[in-house]
Antibody, heavy 115, light 109 residues
């Protein structure tokens, strides 16, 4: 059974940093592309970025609003994908989801950016 | 990046048929945009219904289908059930990234 479990959310001050983790199980992690998506309160879904598999170059793509502030990485030995978020703004407050192939989703982790 | 547009809200009668559409500011949506459709209910994670225009996942109810229609991606629901009331989001590929539409709130009434 595919399982994705996000962690690392919490309260952070504007300008701060946070690293989210997504633990994957139930499939061959190294072969898949992983994506991060968020949903701010009262807003729609927002695609943040993705990381390809190692065999596809392990390259990353990002949405314009987070490019340069957010970094996605993966550790295939641990079946983990990460979202490093820097220079956080109040508008980054959201529930953050990781997704396998945009088919399977975790339950999300809440990030609140507030002073 | 493109702006992806969806009707903000639609209403369908129980048992009825409704088509949700997804357009792009850059022009006609094609299979090269790899359209995906997701269902979102309050308090729940997104659920993928359709990927790559018209491909279903094992859990996608048969009453949902994806297509291209009039230059847009389309999600058709045939035989709406009360439990289909939710927000529906499309996602398009755009210049190496992906962009969600603003979502359609579907009411079954």
């Amino acid at each position: 059974e595919v399982q994705l479990v996000e962690s690392g959310g919490g309260l952070v001050k504007p300008g701060g940093s946070l690293r989210l983790s997504c633990a994957a199980s139930g499939f061959t992690f190294s072969n898949v592309w992983m994506t991060w998506v968020r949903q701010a309160p009262g807003k729609g879904l927002e695609w943040l970025g993705r990381i390809k598999s190692k065999r596809d170059g392990e390259t990353t793509d990002y949405a314009a609003p987070v490019k340069g502030r957010f970094t996605i990485s993966r550790d295939d030995s641990k079946n983990m994908v990460y979202l490093q978020m820097n220079s956080l703004k109040t508008e980054d407050t959201a529930v953050y989801y990781c997704s396998k192939d945009l088919h399977y989703w975790g339950q999300g982790t809440l990030v609140t950016v507030s002073s | 990046q493109a702006v992806v547009t969806q009707d903000p809200s639609l209403t369908v009668s129980p048992g009825g048929t409704v088509t949700l559409t997804c357009g792009s500011s850059t022009g006609a949506v094609t299979s090269g945009h790899y359209p995906c459709w997701f269902l979102r209910k309050p308090g729940q994670a997104p659920r993928t219904l359709i990927y790559d225009t018209n491909n279903k996942l094992s859990w996608t109810p048969a009453r949902f289908s994806g297509s291209l229609l009039g230059g847009k991606a389309a999600l058709t629901l045939s035989g709406a059930l009360p439990e289909d009331e939710a927000e529906y989001y499309c996602l398009l590929s755009s210049s190496g990234a992906r962009v969600f539409g603003g979502g359609t709130k579907l009411t079954v009434l």
